[in-house]
């Protein structure tokens, strides 16, 4: 039942060059006193938020139908599921992001992919400025090149969408992700107008975000589950009440209590973002210039001042009467989504995809961990299973 316990400075055996913030008073001014709201006019905003997210929840069951078709045949097997996610969440976010783009967006997907393996093999190594100039790492340029195939690609969708426009085939660019980013682009008021680098950005933004922790969020929790059979259980019970045999639905998918309390659970174990980085001025203390502060959110979350001598162990039932009484009302306690301003703006999209992915799973098959499983999660961007998941699955219909 023991689980694996960062320390509050070391980032899996890397020390981070900055402060790092765990007292949760200061944790709480840091992160609410830091960056502007995200803007409610940013297209990204209103493209995961309200009526854009209801209409996501087709495009997830897709996504989850191809993903399940697959491990049809597969009972009995070795099932390594964390791939298996990677493939169901990018799929999700080309689908729901780019819509009717969906294959372009797949490519750029590819390419943040290969282009996030770079950034993790280097995120801590610190470049020489004056060396810099005159010689580039190998990853240095592969993800030059990487950079520049990106832009490519966002460029074919946006002039595709606004080509459709100009020739009539169209009316409007569409209120999907990149018909909002176009008529942002495209804007005639200098305010609200986004610039070139700031759509690329923003789809660069959303697919690292929307891919890498949802799917990172899935693995640990089927892991958990795989190893206590009594929540699996209690958790598929719900599921059958609520859809029975259906797929799940959003009336149904706000009474999925248990299932609330095991997705809280594991993001509190095992939440997906390693830390929160921030430059702030902190009262009056006076910080050397441009220092990074880092809240290590996963310390705070393992810390048995804030959660008690059984910080290690899966408990779901911590959550059973909410968050608030979970963390006794201590806002700075729980942030797997982060806090403040610039908390995450994906939130409801993330927990909605989970619940229908792990809804869907649970439908059709119980899972027990493959004996051979090696436990060692390790921080690269997110929290991640350095050797994947491994899980045997147990059909609960015979022509499943
Ligand atoms: C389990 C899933 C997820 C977790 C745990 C998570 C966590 C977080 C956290 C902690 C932050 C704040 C970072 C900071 O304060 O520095 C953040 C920001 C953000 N998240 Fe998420 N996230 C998840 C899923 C998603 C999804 C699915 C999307 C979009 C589809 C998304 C989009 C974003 C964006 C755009 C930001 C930046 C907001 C800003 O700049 O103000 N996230 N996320």
Known sequence: NHIFTPGS???????FAGMVISEPEIVKEVLRNSGKAFPKANPSFYAFHGESLQNMTPAVIASVETMLEKWKGQEGNENEVFGEFRLLTSEVISRTAFGSSYLEGEK????????????????FSTGIPFINKFWKSADFLESEKLAKEMQECVMKVV?????????????????????????????????????WEELVDECKTFYFTG????????????????????????????????????????????????????????????????????????????L????????????????????????????????????AKATKCNAAAYIPFGLGPRSCVGMTFATTETKIALSMILQRYTITLF??????????????????????????????
């Open 211 to 286: 891919e890498e922790t949802v799917n990172s969020l899935l693995a640990w929790i089927v892991l958990l589950l795989a190893i206590h059979g009594d929540w699996l259980e209690r958790a598929r019970r719900e599921v059958i009440r609520i859809f029975g045999n259906q797929n799940p639905h959003p009336e149904g998918m706000a009474k999925l209590k248990t299932m609330t309390m095991i997705i809280n659970e594991t993001l509190r174990l095992y939440g997906p973002p390693n830390g929160l980085v921030r430059e702030v001025q902190l009262g009056k203390l006076v």
């Open 108 to 123: 750029i997907f590819d390419m943040l992919n290969k282009l996030s393996i770079i950034v993790g093999r280097n995120i």
């Open 159 to 195: 002039k595709k969408r606004e080509g459709k426009v100009l020739s009539g085939e169209a009316e409007s660019f569409g209120n999907d992700f990149p018909g909002l980013h176009v008529k942002a682009y495209r804007d005639s008021n200098e305010e609200k107008k986004l610039s």
């Open 371 to 400: 004996p051979a499983y090696v436990h060692s999660p390790i921080p690269v961007i997110t929290l991640q299973p350095q050797h994947g998941i491994q899980i045997i699955l147990a059909s609960l219909h015979n022509n499943a």
């Open 9 to 15: 400075t070391d980032m899996g055996g890397i020390i």
């Open 288 to 323: 050397p210039a441009n220092i990074d502060l880092l809240v290590p959110n996963i310390a705070l979350h393992h810390d048995p001042n804030l959660w008690g001598d059984d910080v290690h162990l899966f408990k779901p039932e911590r959550f059973a009467e909410g968050i």
